[in-house]
């Protein structure tokens, strides 16, 4: 992400309990990939830039979400109670 003043949308499907986070504009055209299974990245085709991520199942997978923002060098700031996801 090259824009200083990133903004970032979060979607949370409490039945479904998947996690969905966009930074920025959407690609105009991206490729999704799932680096492992139900977690998913999408990429704009031009630039490379992460645009997306999904996390299936993920009240279990919160520390994922940790790793995989590290791997790819995104500074998200971010802290999770998954207890509040119960509610």
Do not use: C, H
């Amino acid at each position: 992400m090259t824009e200083e003043n990133q903004t970032y949308d979060i979607y949370y499907d409490k039945e479904g309990d998947f996690l969905e986070l966009t930074f920025g504009e959407p690609a105009q055209e991206g490729t999704t990939e799932e680096i492992e299974k139900g977690i998913f990245i999408t990429r704009d085709i031009n630039s490379k830039e992460i645009k997306n991520i999904g996390i299936l199942d993920f009240k279990k997978r919160v520390e994922v979400l940790k790793k995989i923002l590290q791997k790819v060098n995104l500074d998200f700031p971010l802290e999770i109670n998954v207890a509040s996801l119960e509610k």
